[in-house]
Every structure is written in structure tokens, then in C-alpha cells.
């Protein structure tokens, strides 16, 4: 039987949402489009005016699109000002200027007004740069008053939620075009800004069927863990989600003012650059992988057949990975079930009698999971991500402990951010529910090289003891 942690049942929100399929909404991208482009033709022109080569125009455009795009220049917002660009700006055109060279300019060519101040060619592309931001500001704030703006669903009738929705509704400005809120009729009596369209309970539903661009979710009266499990699969479809913080009146840095009512922007899932990104490091790792470590394999394969060759050397069951769907895991054999019903529903303890010493040497090692290297080739897994369970655990799993069927939004994993804590085998599955969930929230390329690394050097450190 599964461990248990004492935690209450819950059910599994957002899984009429699990149905619809991803999907991008462009929040936002038209705009960054736009300033990409402003950027780019300011940049060039400027540099034109200066007799500045094209090889020269073009890498110091280049770099300073990277720089301005790591920097956040280039990020999705409610209201654009040039005031709030001035530091990452200056930031970004200073550390240009060694790799740009931009001080060699007043010398290559350079008209007569540029060679007195070396420096005043930076200072004119800085000002450029605002003028340029200013202008383009300005188209797309009168761009978003004269069209109808991204959707949003506001949840939450009270005080704080009615006067977001008023707000988004008579400035569209901002982008976002509320076509309704989420939750009880406002005790008052009074009428919505914008028509109700059924309870915090129904949230899922109503995302459902409307589609939007964005959640805005103020104060909905209603448990938060009731609303997670939604939420997190909006952001898996592409809808963006803002939250208006508790304590709001505290709330200073990393939010967006509506009116003096600061929100939280929680992006939307990865994109597919991002996933391909992941599946090209995945496709490497593995192959490399394999290559290098095939001797180890073979080793490996030899050791289990000596120890009994009646047993198969891989070991294949069924298994949970992304979106729900069903795959065969390998492994190197570790133990010998008496059936294969109780290879699916019998829980796997520290100390398990039916584990020989080479079983356990495998599996303390992590050698065993290096088969699964040939599941990553062909999709089923990725090197990093939450660690797929059984079917029969999963059902159990989802309706005893809150968000662990939201594990499944990202690819399941050979290693993850619970195993290098100490998370693996029979531990506590609300923790590893907790710390897979963190890692799905927070990936990015550079986490997946920390935890592998971390897994390389927790192996290493295995077979030095």
C-alpha cells in the first residue's frame, strides 16, 4: 500500500481544462514585436547617420537587442512608460560600449559634430532610444483605446474585485477587456461592472467555454487551494494570469498599478521555443549519455543476468508521464516481483527483503534508472522532471494530496528537483508533490543543468562510499 501523510483529500481542480488544448494567446506579442522593431530601425538609423559600417550597425543592433530582451525591455505590460526603461536602458548601452567598441566610432568615418565628444555617440543613441520608446508608447496605448483588448475574466466580486473590472473596463488602455467576473453575487445588491458569469467554483468551466487571454484573480472568497489547481492549468494553455497580493498596500516591487491596485503578473507556460530548447537538451544528454556510459550498461546488463538468469534484465512497467498519458519505463531489474499485479499496486519500502544485494547497489547508485536514458530518445521522459508513478498510485495520489496531478504539466523525469533533496524511494509524497510543483513553476534551462549536475555529483559521491 502507498504511504500516507496524514493529508485531507482534495479533489483535482482545473481537470475539465486538462481536455482543451494548449494554446498561446499572444498576450502581449504584437507589442513586443513592435518595440523590437523600433529598436531595431532606431538603432540602424542612427548608426547610418554616423557613417558606421553595416558589419559594425549590425552587431552592435544585435547586441543590444539581446541585452535590452534579458533585461526585460521587451516584457509584456499593462502601461508602458519611457521612465521606467531609463535604468535597464543605460545599463544595457554601457555594457555595449566594450563590445561594441562604440568609442572607435568618432574615428571610422564619423561626421564632423561627432569627433569632439567620443562619448556623446552613446549619449545620442540613449536619447534616440527614449524619443523612439516615447513615440511607440503612445501608438499603443492609442492602439488599445481604439481596438477591443485582450479578454479577461476577473474573479472575485468583492469591493476589490468590482473595481478592478470597472477600472479595465473604462480605460482600455491597459489591453485587457473583462468580459465578466467570477463569484458570488455582491451582497449589496449592486450590479457588476460587467456581467457575472457563475461562482469561484465554476472557474473551470467558464475558461472553458469563454477562452480568455487572462485570469485576474482579486479576493474570490474561496479557499486558495480551490483555485490552484485551475489556475496552474491555465498557464499550461497559454492564458495569463494576475493576482492581486494580500497586503496589497505593502506591495511595491515586481507588480503592475491598475489605479493604485498593484498585480502580480504569473506568465503564462513555456513556449515552444522553450519546449524545444528542452527537447534539444534532452536528445543530446541522452545520446551522449548512452554513448559514453555504455560500457556501465553493459557491466550493469551482465551483473543482473549473472545473478539470475532466469529473470529478464530490464524490467518494463507502465507509468504516468505528461498530459496523463500512459508509457513503458525501463530500468535494470533490482528485485523480483511475485506477480505482475504486485509489481502495479505494492508499494516499494526502504529495506525490501526482495531486493538482493545487487539490487541494491543499483538502486542506491541510481544505475538502475540508466535504461531510461532510451526513454528520453524517444519522448516518453526528459532528463529532468517530476518522477513518474504507477496508474494505480496516481489515481490513489490525486485524491489524497492537493496539486499532485499538477505534476503532470511538464515532462516526467529520470532526476528532479525532489530527488536531489533527499525525495526518492519511500519518502513523503506531499513534499515531493510540493518541491515538483516549485521546479514546474520555476524551470528553466539553467535549473535542469543545476539539478543534473547535482545528480552527476550526488552518483559519484554514492560510489565513493
Known amino acids: 500500500m502507498a504511504p ?55 552587431t552592435r543592433t544585435v547586441l543590444c537587442v539581446v541585452l535590452f ?4 525591455l521587451y516584457r509584456p505590460r499593462l502601461h508602458f512608460s519611457p521612465l521606467d526603461d531609463v535604468t535597464r536602458a543605460l545599463l544595457c548601452m554601457v555594457a555595449v560600449l566594450p563590445l561594441g567598441a562604440w568609442w572607435k566610432l568618432p574615428t571610422l568615418l564619423a561626421p564632423p559634430w561627432f569627433t569632439a565628444a567620443p562619448f556623446l555617440w552613446p549619449v545620442a543613441m540613449f536619447g534616440g532610444f527614449l524619443i523612439a520608446r516615447s513615440i511607440t508608447y503612445k501608438a499603443i496605448h492609442g492602439t488599445r483605446r481604439r481596438t477591443v483588448g485582450a479578454s479577461a475574466v476577473v474573479v472575485g466580486t468583492g469591493s476589490i474585485g468590482l473595481r478592478v473590472a470597472e477600472i479595465l473596463r473604462d480605460d482600455p488602455a491597459f489591453g485587457l477587456c473583462p468580459v465578466g467576473v467570477v463569484g458570488p453575487a455582491p451582497v449589496t445588491g449592486e450590479e457588476t461592472p460587467v456581467r457575472r458569469l457563475g461562482d469561484a467554483d465554476d472557474l473551470d468551466v467558464v475558461i472553458a467555454e469563454h477562452r ?39 506591495a511595491v516591487r515586481s507588480t503592475e498599478l491598475v489605479h493604485g491596485i498593484p498585480l502580480v503578473r504569473l506568465p503564462a507556460g513555456r513556449g515552444a521555443i522553450a519546449r524545444a530548447a ?15 556510459l555504455s560500457p556501465v550498461l553493459l557491466a550493469c546488463a551482465l ?37 505482475d499485479l504486485e509489481s ?24 538502475d534508472e540508466l535504461p531510461q536514458l532510451l526513454n528520453v530518445l524517444r519522448g516518453d521522459m526528459s532528463l529532468v522532471g517530476p518522477r513518474p508513478e504507477r496508474p494505480f498510485f496516481v ?7 492537493t496539486g499532485y496531478g499538477d505534476r503532470h504539466r511538464m515532462p516526467v523525469g529520470i532526476t528532479g528537483w525532489a530527488q536531489i533533496h533527499g525525495l526518492r524511494g519511500d519518502t513523503s509524497i506531499e513534499e515531493r508533490t510540493r518541491f515538483d510543483n516549485y521546479y514546474i513553476e520555476n524551470w528553466s534551462l539553467g535549473l535542469d543543468l543545476k539539478i543534473m549536475a547535482r545528480t552527476v555529483g550526488s552518483m559519484l559521491s554514492i560510489n565513493r562510499k
Not at 487571454?213 to 479557499?223: E, I, K, L, R
Open 4 to 58: 500516507t501523510d496524514g493529508f485531507r483529500p482534495a479533489a483535482a481542480p482545473g481537470r475539465l481544462l486538462s481536455t482543451v488544448d494548449a494554446r498561446g494567446t499572444g498576450l502581449g506579442r504584437w507589442e513586443r514585436n513592435t518595440l523590437v522593431v523600433t529598436d531595431v530601425t532606431t538603432m540602424a538609423a542612427l548608426s547610418t547617420v554616423a557613417g558606421s559600417t553595416a558589419p559594425a550597425t549590425a
Open 69 to 72: 530582451a534579458v533585461a526585460g
Open 212 to 250: 480568455p487571454d487572462a485570469v485576474v484573480v482579486t479576493f474570490p472568497g474561496t479557499p486558495d487551494e480551490d483555485l490552484v489547481g485551475t489556475l496552474r492549468e491555465c498557464r499550461r494553455l497559454g492564458v495569463t494570469v494576475f493576482v492581486v497580493p494580500r497586503l496589497f498596500d505593502l
Open 278 to 292: 528542452k527537447r534539444l537538451v534532452d536528445v543530446m544528454g541522452a545520446g551522449s549519455g548512452l554513448l559514453l
Open 303 to 339: 551483473l543482473v543476468r549473472a545473478e539470475s538468469r532466469r529473470a529478464k534484465v530490464i524490467f518494463r512497467q507502465e507509468r504516468i508521464g505528461q498530459d496523463d498519458r500512459p508509457f513503458t519505463i525501463m530500468k535494470f531489474r533490482s528485485l523480483t516481483p511475485s506477480s
Open 344 to 367: 502495479q499496486v505494492r508499494w516499494n519500502i526502504n529495506n525490501d527483503a526482495r531486493v538482493g544485494r545487487l539490487g541494491r547497489l543499483l538502486r542506491n547508485s541510481s544505475l
Open 395 to 401: 489515481e490513489q495520489f490525486r485524491r489524497t494530496y
